[in-house]
Nanobody
Framework: VQLQASGGGLVQAGGSLRLSCAAS????????MGWFRQAPGKEREFVAA????????YYADSVKGRFTISRDYAKNTVYLQMNSLKPEDTAVYYC????????????WGQGTLVTVSS
């Protein structure tokens, strides 16, 4: 199983970025896909998640209304559209996959760095 995250970069406050997570190696139909982030000196935190089947979405309060998670079946890819970015969104962002019946994430991708300048 491989999760390949991409799309990070440097953006000014108020700007937008779209992260992508390309998934391969198995069927993820019974999984939910999540995005997490870890800022320097801080613990990793949950950002957003989506179920492959059904498309139910979940967001951390800190990103609600600004970030949107979505998935593309044909491309086996999950996206995180990030709008109205703030300096406090600066972090390494990771995508991950978890079986819907379990709380723990089984698979993790490498991170992609998002830097928001003020």
């Amino acid at each position: 199983v491989q999760l390949q995250a991409s799309g990070g970069g440097l953006v000014q406050a108020g700007g937008s970025l779209r992260l992508s997570c390309a998934a391969s190696g198995r069927s993820f139909s019974s999984y939910r896909m999540g995005w997490f982030r870890q800022a320097p000196g801080k613990e990793r935190e949950f950002v957003a998640a989506i179920r492959w089947s059904g498309g139910s979405t979940y967001y951390a309060d800190s990103v609600k209304g600004r970030f949107t998670i979505s998935r593309d079946y044909a491309k086996n890819t999950v996206y995180l559209q990030m709008n109205s970015l703030k300096p406090e969104d600066t972090a390494v962002y990771y995508c991950a996959a978890a079986r819907v019946t379990l709380s723990e994430y089984d698979y993790w991708g490498q991170g992609t760095l998002v830097t928001v300048s003020s």
